[in-house]
């Protein structure tokens, strides 16, 4: 078995997951991984819980459709990502409900919107821009993702939801479940005093386990 049938496999079983849990429902959401010679992602208005692989889209680094149904109308939040983050090997985008409730509000800190609460979306996710509203499929969301040069793994589109990055399809799976999770305790907490993290705790987090 190739490696790009097996990424195909991967892909279908991980979007499946997600479905099943409730992180994205309908057409909603899509997900990408970087081949070889490429980056598979899945198709437009196609239900992350049941993906044929052998249709999943297949596109060229420059973005072209090689093959495959065609791909989600919004491609250009994915290259964006592997353009200026080299060492990313997927993206999940997802309008997971309690992510998308928090880019909805309007007390969310636009340069971290997801404060450190927990180790553990230190370690898997980082700091959190979120990005001003702009239509579903307008091309300049990839724009203001690449203006960020790659100084962020993930990103709250506002009013809409995450797109999360990692250094492969398992490990950005992981990282937006545990945006999406941090993202509800917020809200549950939200009118209760809370213990942050602070800035020392971040800097031995990152010291002794890294940061993506």
Do not use: W
Not at 61 to 90: C, M, N, W
Not at 97 to 112: E, G, K
Not at 187 to 192: E, F, G, H, M, Y
Request: charged share 25%; proline share 6%.
């Amino acid at each position: 078995m190739s490696a790009e049938i097996r990424m195909r496999d991967e892909i279908a079983r991980l979007s499946k997951s997600l479905f099943d849990r409730g992180f994205s429902v309908g057409s909603a959401g899509n997900i990408s991984a970087a081949v070889e010679d490429g980056i598979l992602m899945t198709p437009t208005n196609s239900c992350l819980g049941f993906l044929d692989p052998a249709r999943i889209s297949k596109l060229d680094r420059s973005g072209r459709h090689i093959s495959g149904d065609k791909p989600s109308k919004e491609v250009f939040l994915h290259r964006a990502f592997y353009e200026t983050r080299p060492q990313t090997g997927a993206v999940v985008h997802l309008h997971s409900t309690f992510a998308t409730a928090l880019s909805c509000l309007a007390d969310t800190d636009p340069d971290d919107c997801i404060p450190p609460l927990t180790p553990y979306v230190v370690m898997r996710v980082g700091q959190v821009r979120l990005l001003p509203y702009v239509k579903p499929g307008d091309e300049s969301m990839g724009d203001m993702i690449a203006e960020l040069g790659g100084r962020y793994a993930a990103v709250l589109l506002a009013n809409h939801g995450p797109v999360v990055t990692g250094k492969d399809i398992a490990s950005a799976v992981y990282a937006a479940e545990e945006l999406e999770e941090t993202a509800k305790l917020l809200v549950l907490l939200r009118d209760a005093p809370k213990r942050m993290l602070s800035p020392e705790n971040v800097t031995e987090l990152k010291a002794v386990f890294g940061s993506y």
